[in-house]
């Protein structure tokens, strides 16, 4: 086995094979562990929980008291040099030579069947080969930017001084929560999005709860706005928008989606490749593609989950099935504050797919277990397939709601009905009491 | 309809009858809303989630450095009061009002088929009668207990000032949880418990996790201690254990079980009522009994899922449905910190009840989700039914886990088979890989 790429997806599948008995190989041309282990999830998540957890802190009475302080933004810095292990994937390796995967560093490119060049040297595999290359940031043909030296996410997650003022050029996950990072740092930042409303793939109360929280927070949000220009005039820099105004700050950061990094790789596509339900390149059944890279969800999780797939695949089993929460479905958090956590279809997507669709909403706080939180602030929608009488999409927007998530995505992963889930009961007083008002509101 | 008790279970029975268009009674000779309001589930938890949320904001970088105060516990209490509106009803009737439930302030007792007594009142039910009479604190009947004026649930919950020294008897929830809080304002806590460990109904590692961390918090616990007498010295307490060994202080709090409020009722026992699946009484179709006072699970939650049940059974319909996440399975969140939440088997009763059982353990903490927590305390486990290939128990103990339960109560509700679960992808980097933890447990 040959795997191109030691991202997550890339470890899981190696190890996995490796575990199995097979003799693998695997190539990174950066840092084994990928851009989610350092440039993305991992280090996002360190300088972002601090901050909710302050506000939360703040907010509860008998708590708020005792925080006199400020959050000590170095302190945080440090943890996440620690989280990323200041930038060093030695913490990462051994987890593969313990399971004899064999590294190779550099970058691997398909050179025929079956055979994989890195360097000099030429690794021919028997059985697969797995590609799992990632993406990288997409940089915006916007006249200047290029010139401008932005920030992409791994400027901003490994970032080892804040800067006074920001810009974000894109209003998706990376720029909500990058945006949600530095306004706690205390960075005056301006986030620029096209479309009319950020998170445009999330419900749109979910989009409005973020915005009103990123204002209220200080943020200049300007929606409906392309970056048209930009200039550095030494320290710093100006992007006019479309509307002809102009912005100053100390720095950009392009937040404008992922580049899947199939360009010489050696395939024929420089784009995302297309694989079957296994994983598969098809009509080259040696070759799988996992991952960021085959553009079906790009997310950690459904990187190992891809990983999982193919592996099961080559050592001669089957784990395909088909569900909900996979592809635009998959589970995913936005871990802003408040926090949006959604899996499986939006009312409006479960609507376009042609189902029969009811929406139950409830205010996240809006029972017992909200009163002991320190926010109102806060919706959770049910997306329930009438015809089937199954749930096949939730969104919850609250703070903490992360761990909301697994409920939902076993209900709509396990296609409980209905009226059986209505007996998982939710333990008083906690804020799964949502499910409760759900059952409630059917009147089953 | 009458409805005797209106606790959150005669509530809900009341309001979905009378939202139904049945005429509906309800009786209650102390407050609307019942213990759980007042004096059990809603001022505990105001009283343990301050102290919980300071713990985790003085154990995370950047955010510890902002919290140079202690826990101001007169905000605390403050917070609390408003939270049981200060022994104040009049905020949960209207709810009854607006659906047409007419209140009766008093005693209620059956006096024959479908008729309740209330000091001069006869309530007359067409359909039929719903006791929901709850339970008291037992006093165990230890020598000079009674005498020495002892706190139960009713003055540890709703106290106005904290001793600085208070004597636990009893090691269960309520024990645990007010060890806990008490602790957590400084007060200096001895906590009794005849079983050689606390809350001896979950799996052992939620005991010695919970003892390890009040231990480290100060509490003094003596397992295996029963009170052997209790002495009242003006201001002190001091009660002999069975080691002959005395401890001393300024308050004693009876956590020694519930006693049914069946006497008095006009029912021929004093103990649990028995009833059928559907809540009603063995040979009286006409009088049915939920929450507490069955005895089936002295939960809140259960008291309304009952209550639905009833109802729905008096309105003709039937929502009885066999499932693990019941009774002695019921969901259940303890909030001490760590807090921990649990739903069907222990490993140990699955095995008792002939189960073919395996069982996962992974620690809460250790994935990548758990790296922004700022403890490494608490385990997971997963017990499975090998035989039908489901999840049939989960207990999770840690920081902030109660909203973990409703995964695995839909998990064991919905009887998921374990390879469709495993498609259940939990996002990354959230603590709820735990969950894909379980399924590389189990090679799938």
């Known amino acids: 086995m040959v795997v191109v790429g030691a991202g997550p997806g890339g470890e899981v599948a190696a190890g996995r094979l490796a575990e199995a008995g097979l003799s693998v190989a695997i190539v990174e041309a950066d840092l084994v562990g990928g851009e989610c282990s350092f440039y993305a999830c991992m280090p996002s998540k360190s300088l972002l929980r601090p901050g909710a957890l302050l506000t939360e802190a703040r907010r509860v009475p008998g708590v708020r008291e005792a925080v006199t302080g400020q959050l000590d933004v170095p302190a945080v810095l440090r943890h996440r040099d620690e989280v990323i292990n200041n930038l060093d994937d030695g913490g990462q390796v051994p987890w593969l030579v313990e399971r004899g995967v064999k590294l190779f560093r550099g970058w691997g490119r398909l050179d025929g069947d079956k055979r994989v060049v890195v360097g000099d ?33 791994r400027e901003a997650t490994t970032a080892k001084e804040i800067p006074a003022s920001l810009i974000v050029i894109g209003g ?45 927070q200080g943020v200049d949000i300007r929606t409906g706005q392309t970056a048209k220009s930009v200039r550095r005039d030494g320290d710093q820099v100006s992007v006019t928008l479309a509307d002809g105004s102009t912005v100053t700050a100390d720095r950009v950061l392009v937040a404008a989606g992922r580049t899947p990094q199939s360009a010489g790789l050696g395939l024929d596509t420089d784009g995302y490749v297309q694989v079957d339900d296994r994983m598969r390149v098809p009509g080259k059944d040696w070759l799988y593609v996992i991952g960021d890279l085959n553009g079906r969800a790009l997310f950690t999780h459904m990187a190992k989950y891809q990983a999982a797939i193919a592996a099961t695949d080559i050592l001669g089993g089957d784990m395909v099935e088909k569900h909900l929460a996979d592809g635009p479905g998959s589970p995913r958090v936005i871990f802003t504050e408040p926090q949006v956590a959604a899996v499986g279809y939006t009312a409006a997507a479960a609507e376009k797919a042609g189902l029969k669709v009811r929406v139950v909403d409830v205010g996240t706080e809006a029972n017992a277990g909200g009163a002991f939180t320190g926010t109102s602030r806060g919706t959770c929608r049910f997306v329930l397939d009438e015809d089937k009488g199954v749930l096949v999409g939730a969104t919850f927007v609250g703070t903490e709601v992360a761990d909301f998530l697994q409920a939902a995505t076993i209900a709509v992963v396990g296609e409980v009905p209905l009226h059986r889930l209505r007996h998982a009961i939710p333990s008083f007083p906690t804020r799964s009491e949502i499910w409760l008002y759900l059952f409630n509101s059917l009147g089953i």
């Not at 030429?122 to 030296?149: F, H, K």
């Open 121 to 153: 040297e030429v690794l021919e595999a028997r059985r697969a080969v797995i590609l799992a290359g990632g993406t990288t940031p997409t940089i915006p043909a916007i006249d200047g930017l290029a010139e401008a030296n932005p920030w992409t996410n």
């Open 172 to 216: 998706g996950v990376v720029g909500a929560e990058m945006t949600q990072a530095y306004a706690s740092f205390g960075t005056r930042v301006t986030l620029v999005e096209g479309e009319h409303r950020l998170l445009s793939r999330e419900e749109e109360f979910a989009c409005v709860q973020v915005t009103e929280s990123l204002t209220e």
